[in-house]
């Protein structure tokens, strides 16, 4: 049980989809360190019932016991459900066709795990002369929420590195810049009445509808004016009302339409100021205008997901540090979110940079190609002597 393999085949067959636990992966993850010597922080996630979930942090010390600064590896444990997928073969049950490791989480991100599972020994031996740490995360696939508690609970821990490596499938790419996620739900409580007896209602639809209006035209506002940047397959920053319910009847006033919307902000543009240009148009025009027909109506905002973006500077030591060992050049940022972000503002230097191609990550026949394993292999082992050599 020591190659890269060996742990992909292992750790694909605990099925970690988000909704389930994951603390059977993380249990036998632990067990492995603590035969390298090393006891790893476990963050538990406290639920109404019980304990189903846990982060893990795990600190490899510099040479001489410091375990300040040095390069994090990190991942999430999760994977996406497989449910209505068409697989060939066991999702949970890795099966080599062709030069590719077929199996749910293989790219997104059980072959990067695996890699470094692979490499405890090596990293145990090696005279490091920074620490080299393991941050493996759950619910990733949920938006960001095991590896959101485990940084915010980092400093109560001691725990400051200084730059970061979220293996997520990059074609072993060096992806420095990503988008934000923020994703709302928007509540309108109208008034129920007869639809012959409109005075008597506030009809919530209707109030949607205008905010669904001015939000598309802060939108297309992006799309023209920027700001923008190449780097991205889509260069600018982009967002949209995507689910809408609301209403009972035909002939009846709606109290209730509640919809979805969410934008993607390039990585240099601060999502805050969005929020509060929404919530002006929400709670300044749109409210007291249903108070003001009754004033029983109103409107909740709720924000069920943001992610950071990731924007490192091209001359940033964790990005020379990656080149250097073997990660492959690229100037294009991506569009998809990762936990890279949380990292990046928490003051941690931090790129993208894993095996398998994003492509393949959440559909059926999920796969990553044995090269790309032996390039993360070659990658950690250039990383792990580079560790035991003083950098600049
Ligand atoms: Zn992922």
């Known amino acids: 049980m020591n190659s890269s393999v060996d742990w992909l085949t292992r750790l694909v067959a605990f099925d970690t989809t988000s909704h389930r636990s994951n603390l059977e992966l993380i249990d036998c993850i632990a067990g492995e360190l603590r035969t390298h010597g090393v006891e790893p922080v476990l963050f538990p996630h406290e639920q109404e019932d019980g304990v189903r979930k846990a982060n893990l942090f795990a600190t490899f010390p510099a040479q001489d016991g410091r375990t300040e600064g040095g390069v994090v590896l990190s991942g999430h444990t999760d994977v996406v459900p497989v449910e209505g997928q068409d697989w060939d073969s066991d999702p949970f049950t890795v099966q080599e066709r062709d030069g590719r490791l077929y199996g749910r989480g293989t790219a997104d991100m059980k072959g990067f795990l695996a890699v470094i599972m692979s490499r405890l020994e090596a990293i145990g031996a090696a005279r490091m002369t920074e620490p080299l740490h393991l941050a ?4 990733e696939e949920v938006g960001l929420l095991g590896a959101e508690r485990m ?4 400093p109560e821990h001691g725990i400051q590195p200084a730059s970061c490596i979220v293996g997520e499938p990059s074609g072993m790419r060096v992806v420095r810049g990503h988008k934000s996620i ?3 739900t928007v509540r309108f409580r109208g008034v129920a009445a007869h639809s012959s007896l409109t005075p008597q209602g506030v009809n919530a639809i209707h109030y949607a509808g205008r905010f669904i209006e001015y939000y598309r035209k ?3 506002q992006w799309r023209q004016d920027g700001p923008f940047d190449d780097a ?9 009302v995507n689910l809408i319910s609301g209403g009972i009847a035909g002939n009846t006033v709606p109290d209730a339409c509640e919809i979805e919307f969410e934008f993607r902000a390039l990585g240099t543009v601060d999502p805050t100021p969005v929020v509060e240009q929404v919530r002006a148009y929400l709670f300044e025009v749109l409210e007291p205008e249903m ?10 905002l709720v924000i069920k997901a ?3 973006g990731l924007d490192t500077g091209a001359d940033a030591d964790v990005v020379e540090l990656a080149h250097a060992c073997g990660g492959h050049r690229t100037d294009e940022k991506v569009t998809y979110g990762t936990e890279a972000g949380l990292f990046h503002n928490a003051g941690v230097e931090t790129v993208v940079c894993g095996p398998g191609e994003i492509a393949v990550a959440h559909a059926a026949n999920e796969y990553v190609e044995l090269e790309q394993l032996e390039a993360c292999e070659a990658f950690l082992d250039a990383l792990i002597g580079r560790l035991g050599q003083a950098r600049a």
Do not use: C, K, M, R
């Not at 940084?151 to 980092?154: D, K, L, T």
């Open 306 to 308: 943001q992610g950071p």
């Open 291 to 300: 108070q003001a027909e009754q004033p029983a109506a109103g409107i909740e």
């Open 218 to 220: 802060l939108t297309a």
């Open 232 to 240: 991205y397959p889509v260069p600018f920053t982009t967002g949209g």
């Open 182 to 184: 923020n994703l709302f």
């Open 136 to 139: 493996f995360s759950y619910d």
């Open 151 to 154: 940084i915010g609970q980092f």
